[in-house]
């Protein structure tokens, strides 16, 4: 080791603290911006480079650097995304939370060599400024530069299988696994894109359907859990709630109906519209069942199931479906136990008088 690098080395040891400061800045940084901004990642992830990783550099490439400053990867950060798309997402956040170092930052993704995949990284040389940090006692914090890399998790988990079998073992990989090698670095790439694609036109589905539900097509829209979520955001059994409640004055708590899903499936609903059309033939009946339920008692707090409970209670007998019926009803939203048929019990009880009853 020559004295250039040992002088190297000693000015490293000098700036550590300095970087374990940048460490904590950055990362923190990254992580609040990004949950501000609503983008989940799978990493936020920052490295200081180790003494012997840098001697190791400094051997090879000691004569490039006056200073230990100039070597730009000292700190090290990487996001890691789910899709393509939030790379450019966060790219824009990155160039705004940071001064960038344009001549140094590359976008490798551009590069389009058969083996590039797992590379595609974009990567920025950036400083923080004082907007972030402003400490006149160290002013380094805002010279020092640091390395930040974006990559998919796709790209990522390729590039460390790659280097594994590539560089880790320091054999040369015949040319025919490279090819072999490539074509799933083509095949990873197209699934890549294809993630990002079928994210967005599933984002665009959801807002159909949205706007679907509040013009009233409901008939238009296929019954899942996405669309049956839409629907109950407009709060479908609320004035059947609010019917109930105002007999014994009671209060109504709100809990998800989200269970409620596979119940109408099993009645034969398809869409929306045969939902909304099972809600608006029995509501009458429902409220009737509910004076019979709650005539002789003095509840006064109410499940904001108790609207769409009773529908299905009234559709399950007027079919004929009986106790049974109901039991099975109870163990689809309670899950299954004796308490269910318990309840159907008194739900068959208290309907057994009621027009619908067959």
């Not at 012997?52 to 100039?70: E, P």
């Not at 490279?178 to 994210?199: C, K, P, T």
């Not at 709650?294 to 009234?314: F, H, K, P, R, Y």
Request: with cysteine.
């Amino acid at each position: 080791m020559d004295l250039h690098t040992e002088f190297l080395l000693e000015q490293y040891d000098e700036l550590r603290p300095t970087l374990e400061r940048m460490l904590g800045l950055v990362t923190n940084l990254m992580e609040q911006t990004l949950q501000n901004n609503n983008i989940e990642v799978t990493t936020v992830k920052a490295r200081i480079k180790t003494r012997k990783s840098l001697a190791g550099k400094l051997v090879l490439k000691g004569s490039k650097y006056a200073d230990v400053t100039d070597i730009t990867d000292l700190l090290g950060a990487r996001v890691i995304t789910y899709y393509t798309d939030d790379v450019d997402r966060i790219a824009s956040i990155v160039e705004q939370l940071f001064d960038i170092d344009w001549d140094n930052s590359v976008d490798k993704r551009r590069l389009h060599d058969l083996d590039s995949f797992g590379y595609n990284s974009l990567h920025y040389i950036c400083r923080l400024p004082k907007t972030v940090i402003n400490d006149p006692e160290h002013p380094e914090l805002n010279t020092i530069r640091f390395e930040l890399q974006l990559r998919t998790t796709v790209q990522h988990a390729w590039a460390a299988i790659y280097h594994d079998i590539g560089y880790k073992t320091g054999v040369e990989i015949p040319q025919e696994y490279l090819r072999q090698m490539n074509r799933l670095a083509g095949m990873l790439e197209l699934a890549d894109d294809e993630f990002s694609r079928i994210r967005i036109a599933i984002t665009d589905y959801r807002r159909r359907v949205q706007q679907l539900v509040q013009d009233g097509q409901l008939d238009n829209v296929q019954l899942d859990g996405d669309t049956f979520s839409s629907y109950l955001k407009a709060k479908p059994f609320d004035s059947l709630n609010r019917r109930i409640a105002a007999l014994n004055q009671a209060e109504i708590q709100e809990v998800p109906l989200i269970s409620y899903l596979g119940v109408f499936k099993t009645m034969g609903c398809k869409t929306l519209g045969d939902v909304d059309r099972l809600r608006k033939q029995y509501t009458d009946e429902a409220y009737y069942l509910a004076r019979h339920q709650l005539g002789n008692t003095d509840l006064d707090i109410l499940s904001s199931a108790v609207g769409v409970q009773n529908i299905c209670i009234v559709y399950i007998l007027a079919q004929g479906g009986g106790k049974i019926g109901l039991t099975r009803l109870f163990n689809a939203i309670n899950g299954e136990g004796a308490q269910n048929e318990f309840l159907a019990q008194a739900a068959f009880d208290a309907a057994k008088n009621l027009p619908f009853m067959k």
